[in-house]
T-cell receptor, first 113, second 114 residues
Framework: GESVGLHLPTLSVQEGDNSIINCAYSNSASDYFIWYKQESGKGPQFIIDIRSNMDKRQGQRVTVLLNKTVKHLSLQIAATQPGDSAVYFCAENGRGGYQKVTFGIGTKLQVIP | NAGVTQTPKFQVLKTGQSMTLQCAQDMNHNSMYWYRQDPGMGLRLIYYSASEGTTDKGEVPNGYNVSRLNKREFSLRLESAAPSQTSVYFC?????????????FGAGSRLTVL
């Protein structure tokens, strides 16, 4: 069935290194993808988004890459900091209408000081 | 600017009891949502409201009811709580005027049903 999922449930990274969080999706009709960050005890917070007509989008220390050929999405965090420790969700928008945003199960990023 | 505010933050219920989770947003967003978050299952949509006066079922609506009281407020009601409804509940809102559906979430309400 259709799904949005993540390859790695937990990722440990040394402070200062770059982090890469991966996400696979199965619905080729999806046209919009979003990354959210959820810190402990808080709600998810928007990080960055990308449309299907783009391959790459950059923000502040974050880059999202989209490979439509293999239905793969990644979030790259440069110079990872302790404040980046959180659970990261990729989300797919478009299936069933724009209101229905579907989330993956999440990847926990642990930053080692 | 408070964003999305949910109450209560914590609640313990006994099986069969009822309760209402309250949500309000001050961003003038048209759409509002209720999600539940369970370990290993991500966020699942319970109900959403595309505009004032309309509500629609999401992925897991059974056992819940909602009310879009006005543009600001969207409540979630459990009429007869069951242990399977133990979860963290998130309210969210969005503005689709840009063509993108970016959600703004509240801080969550942790519900335990004994």
């Amino acid at each position: 069935g259709e799904s949005v999922g993540l390859h790695l449930p937990t990722l440990s990274v040394q402070e200062g290194d770059n982090s890469i969080i991966n996400c696979a999706y199965s619905n080729s009709a999806s046209d919009y993808f979003i990354w959210y960050k959820q810190e402990s005890g808080k709600g998810p917070q928007f990080i960055i988004d990308i449309r299907s007509n783009m391959d790459k989008r950059q923000g502040q220390r974050v880059t999202v890459l989209l490979n439509k050929t293999v239905k793969h999405l990644s979030l790259q965090i440069a110079a990872t900091q302790p404040g980046d420790s959180a659970v990261y969700f990729c989300a797919e928008n478009g299936r069933g209408g724009y209101q229905k945003v579907t989330f993956g199960i999440g990847t926990k990023l642990q930053v080692i000081p | 600017n408070a964003g999305v505010t949910q109450t209560p933050k914590f609640q313990v219920l006994k099986t069969g009891q009822s309760m209402t989770l309250q949500c309000a947003q001050d961003m003038n967003h048209n759409s509002m949502y209720w999600y539940r978050q369970d370990p290993g299952m991500g966020l699942r949509l319970i109900y959403y409201s595309a505009s004032e006066g309309t509500t629609d079922k999401g992925e897991v609506p059974n056992g819940y009811n909602v009310s879009r009281l006005n543009k600001r407020e969207f409540s979630l009601r459990l009429e007869s709580a069951a242990p399977s409804q133990t979860s963290v509940y998130f309210c969210a809102s969005s503005d689709e005027s840009s063509g993108a559906n970016v959600l703004t979430f509240g801080a969550g309400s942790r519900l335990t049903v004994l």
